[in-house]
T-cell receptor, first 114, second 111 residues
Framework: GAGVSQSPSNKVTEKGKDVELRCDPISGHTALYWYRQSLGQGLEFLIYFQGNSAPDKSGLPSDRFSAERTGGSVSTLTIQRTQQEDSAVYLCASSLDQRENEQYFGPGTRLTVT | RKEVEQDPGPFNVPEGATVAFNCTYS??????FFWYRQDCRKEPKLLMS???SGNEDGRFTAQLNRASQYISLLIRDSKLSDSATYLCVVNMQEGGNKLVFGAGTILRVKS
C-alpha cells in the first residue's frame, strides 16, 4: 500500500516568508508526528497528533511554528516569517496508534531559507 | 547531558567484519528501545526493536543493559549495503509514543 507522502519535496524560500508543508499519513494510522533534521544532526521532535486528542506541541521551537491535522488524516506544518535557522529536512511519520512503536517516515521536505 | 547519545563515527570497516555500536540514554524510566537505519538523504526506517533479553535478526544482534542504561547493535559479516547511519531510538513515554532519536552512528563498509 501507499506509504507516507510529503509535499513539496524541496522548498526554497526567502527569509521572512511563510511556508506550508504537507503530510499524508498511511491510511488508517491515527498517530502522526513531525520532526526536523538539520545537516548532520539527529531528528528533533516537533509535534504529535493522536486521533482527536489535543496535539503534543512540546517540541515546537517557537510560536512561528504551528501544525494542523484536518479530519484525522492530512497534516500541514506552517512556519511563519521563516529564518535561516529554519533550514532543515522536515520529516513526517505515522504509526497505527499511539501505542505502536514503529513509525513509518515520509521522504521529507528539504526547506532552504535564503 | 543529551537524552540519547551515540558515537557519531564514522566506523570504516572492511566487508565481512564485525562491528558494534553503543548508545546511552539518560532516562532510567525509558520504556522501549529501537535501532533505525537511515541511508544518505533518505528517511529513517526501523531496523529492529531491542528487547530486554536481547534479540537477533540474521546478522544483527541488539542488546539492552538497563542497569547501565545503554543499548548495543552488533553487525556480523558486514556487507557493502550495510553502509548507512544507525539511529538509536528510545521511547521515553509509558503508554505513549514519544521517540527520542540519537544523532546517529555512521557506518561505512568498504570492499
Amino acid at each position: 500500500g501507499a506509504g507516507v507522502s510529503q509535499s513539496p519535496s524541496n522548498k526554497v524560500t526567502e527569509k521572512g516568508k511563510d511556508v506550508e508543508l504537507r503530510c499524508d499519513p498511511i491510511s488508517g494510522h491515527t498517530a502522526l508526528y513531525w520532526y526536523r533534521q538539520s545537516l548532520g544532526q539527529g531528528l528533533e521532535f516537533l509535534i504529535y497528533f493522536q486521533g482527536n486528542s489535543a496535539p503534543d506541541k512540546s517540541g515546537l521551537p517557537s510560536d512561528r511554528f504551528s501544525a494542523e491535522r484536518t479530519g484525522g488524516s492530512v497534516s500541514t506544518l506552517t512556519i511563519q516569517r521563516t529564518q535561516q535557522e529554519d533550514s532543515a529536512v522536515y520529516l513526517c511519520a505515522s504509526s497505527l496508534d499511539q501505542r505502536e512503536n514503529e513509525q513509518y517516515f515520509g521522504p521529507g521536505t528539504r526547506l532552504t531559507v535564503t | 547531558r543529551k537524552e540519547v547519545e551515540q558515537d557519531p563515527g564514522p566506523f570504516n570497516v572492511p566487508e565481512g567484519a564485525t562491528v558494534a555500536f553503543n548508545c546511552t540514554y539518560s532516562n532510567s524510566a525509558s520504556q522501549s528501545f529501537f535501532w533505525y537505519r537511515q541511508d544518505c538523504r533518505k528517511e529513517p526506517k526501523l531496523l529492529m526493536s531491542v528487547y530486554s533479553s536481547g534479540n537477533e535478526d540474521g546478522r544483527f544482534t541488539a542488546q539492552l543493559n538497563r542497569a547501565s542504561q545503554y543499548i548495543s547493535l552488533l553487525i556480523r559479516d558486514s556487507k557493502l549495503s550495510d553502509s548507512a547511519t544507525y539511529l538509536c531510538v528510545v521511547n521515553m513515554q509509558e503508554g505513549g509514543n514519544k521517540l527520542v532519536f540519537g544523532a546517529g552512528t555512521i557506518l561505512r563498509v568498504k570492499s
